[in-house]
């Protein structure tokens, strides 16, 4: 069974940095593609980072220049450095897998707040 288990949430204050990772276990090949999105309250699920096995790293526009996704494929781990946090940018944020069908985090808090 396949599991993906987050860490590294909490809170910062705006213009603090935070990282994110991601573990896979149960799962014997790499991802098609392992990303992040997140969901603030009151608001659909929405794309963060997505980096793919092969190709582009897709970022959000909101936050392009401040994320950086990265990958482990030895590890099927993933990660994301978030810095100059901003109070939007709160929100439960989920790890996401794709290997014939979609894989799902447990998602982990970040809250930005001063």
């Known amino acids: 069974q396949v599991h993906l288990v987050e860490s590294g949430g909490g809170s910062v204050q705006p213009g603090g940095s935070l990282r994110l990772s991601c573990a896979a276990s149960g799962v014997i090949f790499n991802f098609n593609r392992m990303g992040w999105y997140r969901q603030a309250p009151g608001k659909q699920r929405a794309l963060v980072a997505l980096?793919?096995?092969?190709?582009?790293?897709v970022y959000a526009d909101s936050v392009k220049g401040r994320f950086t996704i990265s990958r482990d494929k030895a590890k099927n781990t993933v990660y994301l450095q978030m810095n100059s946090l901003k109070p939007e940018d709160t929100a439960v944020y989920y790890c996401?897998?794709?290997?014939?069908?979609?894989?799902w985090g447990q998602g982990t808090q970040v809250t930005v707040s001063s």
């Open positions: 996401n897998g794709f290997l014939l069908e979609d894989y």
């Open positions: 980096m793919p096995r092969v190709g582009d790293t």
